[in-house]
């Protein structure tokens, strides 16, 4: 299957930590991803994580993979204003190296 | 930090012109992708590019859709005759090897009317 399911919103206070989480059904894939898309701007690559890793920790970012429960999520910590975005998370293929994108968690940081 | 490049910003086209969307990869990358982005859907793969060929191509890609690199610089993806269903944001994507970094261009919006 080709499925990558996010949860569409999150608001978070500015300061606190946002957790945002996303299953994939493809046991085979190789790499995770995660990118930020500001309003009219493109997709920014913030981190990715190996399938054989469990923990990527990148200053305020920390990917966490559950690869049994094919489950991924992005902490940001003391998050800010400027974090208000869309998170895209993405799956990268075994076969032909396409990637399958989520539908996107909008954060939003009250201040 | 190298940048995707990709123009026009927007693309503003006739049903049944032809478009040409160009992107400029990261120097020394050599695969190349083209994505879109539906208002208000997922981000789809189109196509996969390497080596001066097709590697893969989604359902999405078909008769009217075509990418070439013409001068070993720019790599384009070309519609020929535009459909209101092709309106999206169109993205780059590049990267030096493959299973690495992918950069993302900031994307051209094509509305066609």
């Known amino acids: 299957g080709e499925d990558v399911e996010q949860s569409l919103f999150l608001s978070v206070r500015e300061g606190d930590s946002s957790v945002i989480n996303c299953t994939y059904t493809d046991s085979s894939s190789t790499y995770l991803y995660w990118y930020k898309q500001e309003p009219g701007a493109g997709l920014q690559l913030l981190t990715y994580i190996f399938s054989n890793m469990d923990m990527k920790q990148d200053q305020r970012l920390t990917v966490l993979l559950n690869k049994k429960d094919k489950h991924l999520s992005l902490r940001i910590a003391d998050t800010q204003t400027g974090d208000s975005a869309i998170y895209f998370c993405?799956?990268?293929?075994?076969?032909?190296?396409?990637?399958?994108f989520g539908a996107g968690t909008i954060l939003r940081v009250k201040s | 930090e190298p940048e995707v490049t990709q123009t026009p910003s927007h693309q503003v086209t006739q049903m049944g012109q032809e478009v040409i969307l160009r992107c400029v990869p990261i120097s020394n990358h050599l695969y190349f992708y083209w994505y879109r982005q539906i208002l208000g859907q997922k981000v789809e793969f189109l196509v996969s590019f390497y080596n001066n060929e097709i590697s893969e191509k989604s359902e999405i890609f078909d008769d009217q859709f075509s990418v070439e690199r013409p001068d070993g610089s720019n790599f384009t993806l070309k519609i020929r005759s535009t459909k209101l269903e092709d309106s999206a944001m169109y993205f780059c994507a590049t990267e030096a090897t493959t299973n690495e970094k992918l950069f993302f261009g900031s994307g051209t919006q094509l509305s066609v009317l």
């Open positions: 993405a799956e990268r293929k075994e076969y032909g190296n396409k990637l399958v």
